[in-house]
């Protein structure tokens, strides 16, 4: 079975443009999570989709948002991009939203923002 | 609400030796943890989870970990480390009732193993 996939696995944008990332989950699976990894911030959570809908938020600004289509691939969207948002990006997903399912990471989105 | 702290930031150890790798967690509730590696410039991997079986977990490349309600711990271990073993562990605790999907990691501890 192939793992998650996101795409592209790098960018280079400028402060106030956006930027849109992807995920796709592994077969089957109809959860999918973003992460924010940074050296400062260590590994945070974004937000989770189940079923096309937000189920769960973390503690971002509205700058950045998400959405899930029905075949579970989702994006994460990151507008008006500021110099703190340069940091490794993780999807992951997992078949539910059952707090015992293991949650499986793609590679990640390394964006830079200069 | 749901946190871990990982005692430890950096551990080094000689190839062949032990690993401990320390954390405890804080829960509300009956926790689901997980230990994930993460090697440079890759993606995380689970290594093992526990969620309420056995307290003793295994899990891939050696690795094991056990469960201590008392203690509030989750200590990874390895009896003998091997070259690549080098990488960054996260222990991760679930976020609980209404956040299942959500994973709370620790800091992260920067294993060094040395020939």
Excluded at chain 1, 23 to 50: A, D, K, M, N
Aim: charged share 15%.
């Amino acid at each position: 079975k192939a793992g998650v996939t996101q795409t592209p696995r790098y960018l280079i944008k400028t402060r106030g443009q956006q930027v849109t990332l992807s995920c796709s989950p592994i077969s089957g699976h109809r959860s999918v999570s973003w992460y924010q990894q940074t050296p400062g911030q260590g590994l945070q959570f974004l937000f989770e989709y189940f079923s096309e809908t937000q189920r769960n938020k973390g503690n971002f600004p509205g700058r950045f948002s998400g959405r899930q289509f029905s075949n579970s691939r989702s994006e994460m969207n990151v507008s008006t991009l500021e110099l703190g948002d340069s940091a490794l990006y993780l999807c992951a997903s997992s078949l539910s939203l059952s707090s015992t399912d293991t949650q499986y990471f793609g590679p990640g989105t390394r964006l830079t923002v200069l | 609400a749901q946190s871990v702290t990982q005692l430890d930031s950096h551990v080094s150890v000689s190839e062949g030796t032990p690993v401990l790798l320390r954390c405890n967690y804080s829960s509300s509730y009956s926790p689901s943890l997980f230990w994930y590696v993460q090697h440079p410039n890759k993606g995380l991997q689970l290594l093992l989870k526990y969620t309420s079986a056995a307290t003793l977990v295994k899990g891939i490349n050696g690795f094991e970990a056990e469960f201590k309600k008392s203690e509030t711990s989750f200590h990874l271990t390895k009896p003998s480390a091997h070259m690549s073993d080098a990488a960054e562990y996260f222990c991760v605790v679930s976020g609980g009732a209404g956040n299942t999907g959500k994973l709370i990691f620790g800091q992260g501890t920067t294993l060094q193993v040395k020939p």
